[in-house]
């Protein structure tokens, strides 16, 4: 068994949680490759160590004052260095940190260092090796991720390594120039990591006891998930379910390596696993709710839109022009919607409507806007007959009105259309139907 862990800026904030995490690994001796992210937030009137670098670094740039900034972040890792107990110094690296700032060594740079220097602190806190992501995880020239070079230089790297620490977050292009992830990328780290060395399971602990059915600042106490296919995991991840980086599922799923997301303050508890397929059947005959708010519906009306070949591509092409993606596209015989993130269609609005009409020539051109998509997710829901009635029917019951419902073929998933206003309420309505009612 061999297992490759990933542990949050919350689960590495403190010395305390520090104890926490070596708790954790040491119980189990097949945890041998650890990838920690930045000290998140102590509480939360905290700051996390990621944010005061960028602020850092912003200060340098505008030729500002940003000793006293620089002062909290060393603070910070002083503080878990002198909690753990530890005979380290860090001032070398601050004093690195502080030249390269002061060279303009670029933002990336800036926001990787948190997870460099607690990746030090934990390999002497643990006696593990430590590796430098920036020797292994690989981009171009452009910055553009190299999957295939980094898994490479991953595995020949960890291949006599028994155990190591790994940063998350960040790499480097052949010129040794640092590039970052998108924000919370230490998870993309450890599916890299896992995918290279073949591990068995990989090990995502934070601050809940992984997926639950619905967010919890919408549905009070709502259930757990113990099983999720990846599947899933996208439509979920890409609606706004937050407890993984979307991108952080590639990886393992293609080598087929199941993921755990599990609680630091709560190592008991059996999280949720992750897989490529499952025979057990979920609770209920959905698996997740998620949605996010901010979209717009343009609605294209002509008689005899079917009859029009390549009506729809010409449509389509009027976005792409203006660099806006689509996110739905539900029509009928007469009649084509797009629907569109808000705040990026606002801007070019106008450009938008005149193009459809110069591309397709329609009767009427409709704009709905402060709309909000929810996506219905299970694999139950394809042996499940009257999924979509009965969330018509809850929906209903809420007086909510339905603005638009899409149901991808696959039958993994429904996505609803509802104003702003009724976005929590119909999540609540939604909820209640399928899970309250069930238990």
Request: charged share 25%; proline share 3%; with cysteine.
């Given at each position: 068994?061999?297992?490759?862990?990933?542990?949050?800026?919350?689960?590495?904030?403190?010395?305390?949680?520090?104890?926490?995490?070596?708790?954790?690994?040491?119980?189990?001796?097949?945890?041998?490759?650890?990838?920690?992210?930045?000290?998140?937030?102590?509480?939360?009137?905290?700051?996390?160590?990621?944010?005061?670098?960028?602020?850092?670094?912003?200060?340098?740039?505008?030729?500002?004052?940003?000793?006293?900034?620089?002062?909290?972040?060393?603070?910070?890792?002083?503080?878990?260095?002198?909690?753990?107990?530890?005979?380290?110094?860090?001032?070398?690296?601050?004093?690195?940190?502080?030249?390269?700032?002061?060279?303009?060594?670029?933002?990336?740079?800036?926001?990787?260092?948190?997870?460099?220097?607690?990746?030090?602190?934990?390999?002497?806190?643990?006696?593990?090796?430590?590796?430098?992501?920036?020797?292994?995880?690989?981009?171009?020239?452009?910055?553009?991720?190299?999957?295939?070079?980094?898994?490479?230089?991953?595995?020949?790297?960890l291949k006599s390594m028994k155990q190591a620490i790994i940063?998350?977050?960040?790499?480097?292009?052949?010129?040794?120039?640092?590039?970052?992830?998108?924000?919370?990328?230490?998870?993309?780290?450890?599916?890299?990591?896992?995918?290279?060395?073949?591990?068995?399971?990989?090990?995502?602990?934070?601050?809940?006891?992984?997926?639950?059915?619905?967010?919890?600042?919408?549905?009070?106490?709502?259930?757990?998930?113990?099983?999720?296919?990846?599947?899933?995991?996208?439509?979920?991840?890409?609606?706004?379910?937050?407890?993984?980086?979307?991108?952080?599922?590639?990886?393992?799923?293609?080598?087929?390596?199941?993921?755990?997301?599990?609680?630091?303050?709560?190592?008991?508890?059996?999280?949720?696993?992750?897989v490529e397929s499952t025979s057990k059947k979920s609770l209920?005959?959905?698996?997740?709710?998620?949605?996010?708010?901010?979209?717009?519906?343009?609605?294209?009306?002509?008689?005899?839109?079917?009859?029009?070949?390549?009506?729809?591509?010409?449509?389509?092409?009027?976005?792409?022009?203006?660099?806006?993606?689509?996110?739905?596209?539900?029509?009928?015989?007469?009649?084509?919607?797009?629907?569109?993130?808000?705040?990026e269609f606002q801007e070019k609005e106008q450009a938008v409507?005149?193009?459809?009409?110069?591309?397709?020539?329609?009767?009427?051109?409709?704009?709905?806007?402060?709309?909000?998509?929810?996506?219905?997710?299970?694999?139950?829901?394809?042996?499940?007959?009257?999924?979509?009635?009965?969330?018509?029917?809850?929906?209903?019951?809420?007086?909510?009105?339905?603005?638009?419902?899409?149901?991808?073929?696959?039958?993994?998933?429904?996505?609803?259309?509802?104003?702003?206003?009724?976005?929590?309420?119909?999540?609540?309505?939604?909820?209640?139907?399928?899970?309250?009612?069930?238990?």
């Amino acid at each position: 068994m061999k297992k490759v862990v990933k542990f949050g800026g919350s689960s590495l904030a403190s010395a305390r949680q520090f104890k926490k995490v070596k708790s954790i690994i040491t119980a189990d001796k097949t945890r041998s490759y650890v990838v920690p992210s930045a000290p998140g937030k102590r509480d939360g009137k905290d700051t996390k160590v990621t944010d005061l670098l960028y602020q850092c670094y912003e200060a340098v740039s505008a030729d500002q004052s940003y000793k006293r900034i620089l002062e909290q972040i060393k603070k910070r890792f002083y503080d878990i260095i002198n909690g753990l107990d530890l005979n380290l110094n860090l001032d070398f690296e601050f004093d690195k940190i502080e030249e390269n700032f002061l060279q303009k060594a670029g933002a990336d740079y800036a926001a990787s260092r948190g997870e460099y220097l607690n990746g030090i602190i934990m390999a002497h806190y643990l006696n593990f090796p430590f590796v430098d992501a920036a020797d292994v995880i690989c981009f171009d020239e452009n910055g553009c991720f190299l999957p295939e070079e980094t898994n490479a230089e991953l595995a020949a790297h960890l291949k006599s390594m028994k155990q190591a620490i790994i940063p998350g977050f960040y790499g480097a292009k052949p010129d040794g120039t640092i590039v970052t992830f998108s924000r919370g990328g230490s998870d993309i780290t450890g599916s890299l990591v896992a995918r290279a060395l073949h591990a068995d399971i990989y090990e995502n602990w934070t601050d809940v006891s992984g997926f639950l059915v619905a967010d919890p600042r919408i549905i009070r106490n709502p259930v757990p998930i113990e099983t999720i296919t990846y599947r899933e995991l996208r439509e979920l991840s890409y609606m706004g379910a937050s407890v993984l980086h979307e991108d952080a599922i590639f990886p393992v799923r293609k080598a087929g390596i199941p993921i755990n997301i599990k609680n630091t303050n709560r190592p008991e508890d059996p999280g949720t696993m992750i897989v490529e397929s499952t025979s057990k059947k979920s609770l209920y005959t959905i698996t997740g709710i998620a949605g996010k708010k901010g979209f717009c519906s343009i609605i294209i009306d002509k008689a005899m839109m079917n009859t029009e070949i390549g009506f729809g591509r010409k449509v389509l092409e009027v976005f792409e022009r203006n660099q806006i993606s689509f996110e739905h596209m539900p029509s009928g015989i007469d009649t084509m919607t797009v629907f569109v993130h808000q705040d990026e269609f606002q801007e070019k609005e106008q450009a938008v409507i005149s193009g459809i009409h110069r591309a397709v020539h329609p009767d009427v051109i409709d704009l709905e806007s402060d709309l909000a998509l929810i996506a219905v997710v299970g694999r139950g829901m394809k042996a499940n007959r009257g999924t979509a009635a009965r969330i018509f029917a809850a929906l209903s019951h809420a007086k909510i009105n339905v603005k638009m419902i899409d149901q991808g073929s696959s039958e993994l998933n429904v996505i609803i259309g509802v104003q702003n206003e009724d976005f929590e309420g119909a999540i609540r309505a939604i909820y209640d139907i399928f899970v309250t009612t069930a238990l």
